[in-house]
């Protein structure tokens, strides 16, 4: 693209009120997620941006790496280790995590990936799948009646109106959902469905190694992702993860990745990581959904969008 156009096509992203209203939006929902957690008992801890370990991810993107005087560091896809890591020694911990996922061209089609966004990382030890999808809910329904009251206007501006979910909230089985609704089933019923809701148990060829599997189910994953309504998609993937060295080798043999790739998280695990559970949630995804926008990169000031040169 051309320089002049660039910036007039970032002044002209910059000066739409939506945006404007979106990004402001948007600091009240980083405050209010901070807030909620340091209330349940959440320590804040800095966020990693280059390290030898980041998630492997389970779908492609370009992988760059920075060579420092012979030390090779990756750019955090996301804190999963550092998360685990961190909840052993600290117990229930969360961050504010810059995440750059290079994703492939063909995803700006989606709406919802950029390649720089940040995810809110959150970390608990000892914590089941279902504690922590309870908390979850908590922070939806909180979150969703706080803006409709304190950001009213700003909703009415957007021309959005937002439901406040009621608890429980729906669970569908990955296997049950995809057996009814065929491989869409995701985007199927998030279009259906007035309510967030939630996805379990999902096989363990669509997951990374860390989520734990299922003692009673082998093969199935003690994982989750909350799906929005309305076709808003993934909001948030979470679950319980495997802490015992000799079961995350296991996995990582099974994925089919390299023991040499993992070596730090491996050497840490047989100090002894503990049981913990966690999940993500995309700070630019939430609010395109809270604002009702059709284009994720409405809710940055400065969006890379997959496949765009982008300031
Ligand atoms: P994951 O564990 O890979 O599902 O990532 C956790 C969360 O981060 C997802 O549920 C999304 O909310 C968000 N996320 C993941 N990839 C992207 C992306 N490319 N752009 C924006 N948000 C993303
Ligand atoms: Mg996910």
């Given at each position: 693209?051309?320089?002049?156009?660039?910036?007039?096509?970032?002044?002209?992203?910059?000066?739409?009120?939506?945006?404007q209203?979106?990004?402001?939006?948007?600091?009240?929902?980083?405050?209010?997620?901070?807030?909620?957690?340091?209330?349940?008992?959440?320590?804040?801890?800095?966020p990693?941006?280059?390290?030898?370990?980041?998630?492997?991810?389970?779908?492609?993107?370009?992988?760059?790496?920075?060579?420092?005087?012979?030390?090779?560091?990756?750019?955090?896809?996301?804190?999963?280790?550092?998360?685990?890591?961190?909840?052993?020694?600290?117990?229930?911990?969360?961050?504010?995590?810059?995440?750059?996922?290079?994703?492939?061209?063909?995803?700006?089609?989606?709406?919802?990936?950029?390649?720089?966004?940040?995810?809110?990382?959150?970390?608990?030890?000892g914590?089941?799948?279902?504690?922590m999808?309870?908390?979850?809910?908590?922070?939806?329904?909180?979150?969703?009646?706080?803006?409709?009251?304190?950001?009213?206007?700003?909703?009415?501006?957007?021309?959005?109106?937002?439901?406040?979910?009621?608890?429980?909230?729906?669970?569908?089985?990955?296997?049950?959902?995809?057996?009814?609704?065929?491989?869409?089933?995701?985007?199927?019923?998030?279009g259906?469905?007035?309510?967030?809701?939630?996805?379990?148990?999902?096989?363990?060829?669509?997951?990374?190694?860390?989520?734990?599997?299922?003692?009673?189910?082998?093969?199935?994953?003690?994982?989750?992702?909350?799906?929005?309504?309305?076709?808003?998609?993934?909001?948030?993937?979470?679950?319980?993860r495997?802490?015992?060295?000799?079961?995350?080798?296991?996995?990582?043999?099974?994925?089919?990745?390299?023991?040499?790739?993992?070596?730090?998280?491996?050497?840490?695990?047989?100090?002894?990581?503990?049981?913990?559970?966690?999940?993500?949630?995309?700070?630019?995804?939430?609010?395109?959904?809270i604002?009702?926008?059709?284009?994720?990169?409405?809710?940055?000031?400065?969006?890379?969008?997959?496949?765009?040169?982008?300031?």
């Amino acid at each position: 693209m051309n320089d002049n156009l660039l910036v007039d096509s970032l002044q002209q992203h910059l000066e739409d009120k939506r945006v404007q209203k979106a990004i402001e939006v948007q600091s009240d929902i980083r405050a209010y997620l901070g807030e909620f957690f340091r209330k349940h008992g959440f320590i804040e801890v800095p966020p990693v941006i280059i390290s030898p370990i980041t998630d492997p991810l389970n779908h492609p993107v370009l992988d760059p790496s920075i060579d420092y005087y012979g030390m090779k560091y990756g750019l955090t896809k996301s804190m999963i280790f550092h998360k685990q890591i961190l909840a052993k020694e600290l117990g229930s911990i969360f961050t504010f995590s810059p995440n750059i996922r290079l994703e492939t061209p063909e995803k700006e089609k989606t709406g919802r990936h950029l390649s720089e966004f940040t995810q809110i990382d959150v970390e608990k030890r000892g914590a089941s799948r279902e504690e922590m999808m309870g908390l979850v809910e908590d922070l939806m329904v909180g979150l969703t009646q706080h803006m409709n009251s304190e950001r009213a206007s700003d909703l009415k501006f957007l021309r959005r109106k937002l439901n406040v979910p009621s608890r429980p909230f729906k669970k569908f089985r990955f296997l049950d959902a995809e057996k009814e609704y065929g491989k869409d089933f995701e985007s199927i019923l998030s279009g259906r469905m007035k309510d967030p809701f939630w996805i379990i148990d999902i096989p363990l060829e669509n997951r990374e190694f860390y989520d734990r599997e299922s003692d009673s189910e082998p093969g199935i994953l003690e994982d989750m992702d909350l799906i929005y309504p309305e076709g808003f998609g993934e909001g948030l993937s979470g679950g319980e993860r495997e802490f015992l060295e000799e079961r995350i080798r296991e996995r990582i043999k099974r994925k089919g990745q390299s023991e040499e790739q993992f070596k730090w998280i491996l050497a840490y695990s047989s100090k002894g990581l503990a049981p913990s559970a966690g999940f993500g949630i995309g700070i630019e995804r939430l609010t395109r959904y809270i604002c009702g926008l059709q284009r994720i990169e409405d809710t940055h000031p400065f969006p890379k969008i997959p496949g765009k040169l982008s300031l």
